[in-house]
């Protein structure tokens, strides 16, 4: 059984199991290639998991005609070694809570290109897609740190501060280059588009819009381009920049999964890892359940995605929606899972849910410290959504999910999984000292920055932009010491990791005495858990 358009002609497929693409795959082909609609930034697990698919319902439904383009800008061999070498087709492995999986090809992606702007062929490739009265949105996944123009310090990155130099002619970073192919479309005639991130952070939208804002204000200021691109940019009747939830878990594609496909007979399942670190694989794998809730700003009309589970709404409500996940009802048990996770040697998240204190630990955050300052958006029910999270999604053993995958990048998600509790506490004039388990997270992250495990064992904490520098705060720490605040200070009073200053929202004092007992010896993470949440 190969990936491949004529090896999924094979009745091998079905007969193992395998729903194929109910539609013509050339001609579906042909036609977004003469005519796109749909263009996704990011070729990574979460798009062939939950956007292409989405493609694929409304191709199968009869709501389309055409797929999606898929658009890789930081790794190109993850289009060379993996779209490409496939045809474009990949396969969806489902894994159910009931313990079954769902197995689907999946041939929705019709072209994948290479943001390459020294790859003469591939950059006018995109223009040529950016330029076509056809196209209607580029939606992205390409991570927070993908729209960020600055370094550690806030300071302008030398290679963005390059290309505002040269103008959009060939830009070397990310969103300079998307801002090039915005900057052709401006000059096909200001064609209206939307640009739709669906990354998993807070007013997503926001963040790509002053990113490429940036880019078009220094290009016109320096007169390197039209000074009415900046206007085109600001212009929500011709470039909107919708706000989105989304929610989907999307784990690295896992060897176990491999050896059902294995099974099947499936060739060329042996994984690759690009040169830039990146796993590649022909397959995905995936939870059932989904969200995806968008701001409804499409000035050039949009997909019917609407018929296939996507809620469109007003900018209020997903904000509202945003909240409740980011920074209560998913996205903070999972942080908390993946620190303690770390500390108490899991490797699977699901395993964790059948520990009692850690269970304990995630309802408490969610039920006790987090909903009483949820507002209820109305197209989703918080408790509900909480309920699906730890009944049915985190336990699932057929999710290969691991707390060191979620650990990434773990002082980024702070300040909004856990800050924005702390802050509206505060505006409602709740009382902090009712919160307990969320300043244990805190602890708990500066007991994981230590980088030994509760068992005295050194251990590698995930990539972390400011682990270097938070890890040198608590470097000469051993277990079985004693500080102070004041040893503390410097993270304790970075607003930016806690989203808050924790001496001044009074929470620092008890911090430091959580993370006193979580160092004071082997089995001293153990020991306190299990107190905290009896």
């Not at 990155?157 to 990310?174: I, W």
């Amino acid at each position: 059984m190969k990936l491949n358009k004529e090896g999924i002609k094979s009745s091998e497929w079905s007969q193992k199991g395998y729903e194929l693409p109910k539609f013509d795959i050339e001609k579906v082909n042909e036609n977004t290639v003469k005519e796109p609609e749909w263009v996704h930034f990011g070729g990574g697990n979460l798009f062939r998991a939950f956007h292409a698919a989405l493609a694929q319902d409304m191709i199968e439904k009869g709501y389309s005609d055409k797929g999606v383009t898929v658009i890789e800008g930081f790794d190109y061999e993850i289009v060379e070694k993996s779209y490409r070498g496939n045809d474009n087709l990949s396969v969806l492995i489902t894994l159910k809570s009931n313990g079954s999986i769902g197995k689907r090809v999946i041939g929705s992606v019709s072209e994948s290109c290479i943001l390459d702007s020294d790859n003469e062929k591939e950059y006018s490739r995109l223009k040529e897609i950016f330029t076509s009265k056809s196209l209607k949105m580029a939606t992205f996944t390409i991570t927070e740190k993908g729209y960020s123009l600055v370094n550690a310090k806030g300071e302008t990155t030398p290679a963005v501060l390059s290309d505002f130099e040269a103008g959009p002619d060939k830009p070397a970073t990310y969103i300079g280059k998307v801002s090039s192919l915005l900057y052709a479309r401006f000059k096909a005639g200001a064609l209206p588009i939307a640009m739709v991130s669906t990354d998993n952070c807070s007013h997503n939208g926001d963040k790509l819009y002053a990113a490429v804002s940036a880019f078009a204000k220094a290009w016109c200021a320096n007169g390197k381009a039209d000074k009415a691109f900046a206007d085109y940019i600001n212009d929500k009747s011709k470039v909107s920049f919708p706000w989105s939830m989304i929610d989907k878990i999307t784990p690295r594609p896992d060897a176990s999964v491999e050896e059902i496909l294995k099974k099947d007979g499936l060739e060329g399942l042996e994984p690759v890892v690009t040169s830039k670190g990146t796993y590649v694989a022909p397959f995905v794998n995936a939870e059932e359940t989904q969200y995806l809730v968008i701001e409804d700003e499409f000035p050039a009309g949009r997909p019917a995605l609407d018929k296939v589970g996507v809620i469109f709404t007003d900018k209020e409500t997903v904000d509202k929606v945003e909240k409740m996940k980011v920074c209560t009802c998913l996205n903070p048990l999972h942080t908390a899972l993946a620190v303690y996770g770390c500390i108490l040697g899991f490797t699977r998240i699901s395993d964790e849910m059948k520990d009692e204190d850690l269970r304990k630990l995630v309802e408490t955050i969610g039920y006790k410290e987090g909903l009483p300052v949820v507002v209820n958006p109305g197209v989703l029910d918080p408790k509900e959504f909480i309920d699906t999270v730890l009944n049915v999604r985190v336990p699932n053993p057929f999710m290969p999910d691991t707390p060191q995958r979620i650990a990434t990048d773990t002082s980024q998600k702070l300040p909004i999984r856990f800050g924005e509790t702390i802050k509206n506490y505060m505006k409602s004039g709740l009382n902090l000292s009712d919160l307990k388990c969320i300043p244990f997270v805190f602890a708990g992250w500066m007991r994981y920055l230590m980088a030994v495990d509760d068992n005295g064992n050194a251990f590698k904490p995930s990539d972390d932009p400011r682990l270097e520098a938070a890890s040198a705060v608590v470097s000469d720490i051993k277990l079985g010491d004693k500080v102070t605040a004041d040893k503390l200070k410097a993270l304790l009073s970075d607003s930016t990791i806690w989203g808050v200053n924790l001496f001044d929202a009074g929470l620092a004092e008890t911090v430091v005495a959580y993370f006193n007992e979580l160092i004071a010896g082997v089995g001293a993470v153990r020991r306190t858990l299990h107190d905290i949440v009896s």
